[in-house]
């Protein structure tokens, strides 16, 4: 039985907690990471969101830099492409999962026609056939491209959703569960293939738990993976629905696996993991990427870290507060300053082309944080070194900073 007493928790405890959670109050290694490591990472966030933008790095591989340091790309390529691993779904967006959660989330594939959108659930509906033929051509030809279909493009100039039939179909296939992302090209192109001939034997023997069961269980991932959460940030993990998500948490309170809280200024009632990490203090340095599990959520970041997000990929130019491909700069335990960054592969340089620091925060001391950690970044993605444009209230500093000697700092 779930303890009757309710908890208080500081903000700031809640925020360590957060954080330890996510993987920032360990250190990082010291020597060479390898597939235990990220596995690690893996395991302990359970969602690594993919996302297609390359203006800095594709964003899978950011999570991982973030918690470990440089590493070296083509060791994620490897692990990412064992099936036995992870295997690639929709969770909270297109993601890398365990494949341990592949039957906690096959009640999803199987109402693919309620949880799809868009042209996917028209073309099952309206070309059947079509579906078909498209599954005979990758079961008689195994592995197959979008590319491979050579459909035309509809004219939707401008829309990054701009499939052909052919895709459209392929991602239903995906969606459904029929098929599955054997391997991606050079460009990042999903390959498909028949799940039976993808992912391990023992994975797709596993019964398939009831939906109830399912959510139980990615409630319960989403609960240690966030460390303390609100009902709302514990069924965002996995885009559950509200009413199954709360059942699940109300399930999994009454057999004491999640204890409740009130954490000082949420305003709203929170659940602990009884297993969480409640760490005295947290010294991490890191750059985020705008997919980061611990920050993709953004009502969770403002009562987290009192940091209002938002990304402006989409905004007009001319509208734009912090810029274009913004990540924020953890120190410590708070979020002190965000930079919009790119990777200028032709010039070899990673370009900070703007650079603003949080209200009250110590700007020198900031300032020379983020340039060890820029520089890591630039070394991690081969570029020469790091220029600063003189846009944001950090950017003299951080010029600054970056023109002394390195300091060594890993």
Do not use: C
């Amino acid at each position: 039985m779930a303890l009757s007493v309710v908890d208080r928790l500081p903000a700031a405890l809640a925020r360590r907690i957060a954080l330890a959670a996510q993987g920032f109050a360990d250190p990082r290694p010291a020597g060479v990471v390898d597939s235990r490591q990220l596995r690690r990472v893996t395991d302990r966030l359970a969602v690594v969101q993919i996302d297609s933008v390359n203006v800095l790095s594709r964003s899978h591989y950011l999570p991982f830099l973030s918690r470990l340091g440089a590493y070296r790309r083509t060791a994620l390529d490897d692990f990412t492409a064992r099936r036995h691993e992870v295997f690639e779904f929709w969770a909270h967006e297109a993601s890398y999962l365990p494949v341990r959660l592949h039957p906690h989330l096959r009640w999803r594939m199987a109402a693919a026609e309620e949880h799809a959108w868009g042209s996917m659930v028209r073309i099952q509906r309206e070309r059947p056939g079509y579906i078909a033929e498209v599954l005979d051509r990758v079961r008689e030809a195994g592995p197959t491209k979008a590319s491979d279909l050579a459909e035309p493009r509809p004219d939707r100039p401008g829309s990054m959703w701009n499939w052909h039939a052919g895709k459209v179909a392929l991602e239903w296939l995906f969606y459904t569960g029929v098929l599955t992302t054997r391997a991606r090209t050079t460009s990042f192109e999903r390959v498909y293939d028949l799940t039976e001939r993808v992912l391990p034997a023992a994975v797709l023997q596993t019964p398939t738990p009831e939906p109830a069961a399912a959510v139980r269980e990615l409630v319960r991932t989403a609960a240690r993976a966030l460390g303390v959460a609100t009902e709302r940030d514990l069924r965002d993990y996995f885009r559950l629905r509200p009413e199954p998500a709360r059942r699940a948490v109300a399930e999994l309170a009454e057999a004491g696996e999640l204890l409740p809280v009130e954490v000082a200024g949420w305003g709203a009632p929170a659940w602990l993991d009884p297993a969480a990490r409640r760490p005295r203090w947290v010294r991490a340095r890191a750059l985020l990427s705008p997919f980061d599990s611990l920050v993709w959520e953004r009502p969770r970041v403002e009562r987290l870290f009192g940091f209002r997000y938002r990304l402006e990929i989409y905004t007009p130019a001319a509208q734009r507060v912090h810029g274009y491909y913004v990540l924020p700069f953890l120190l410590g335990d708070r979020l002190v300053a965000r930079v919009d960054l790119k990777a200028d592969r032709q010039a070899g340089v990673l370009r900070v082309q703007a650079a603003h620091a949080e209200d009250g925060v110590d700007r020198a001391e900031v300032a020379d944080a983020l340039a060890a950690e820029l520089r890591l970044v630039a070394g991690w993605l081969e570029l020469d070194g790091v220029t600063v444009a003189e846009r944001g209230d950090l950017a003299a500093d951080l010029a600054r900073a970056l023109a002394s000697p390195a300091t060594g700092v890993a």
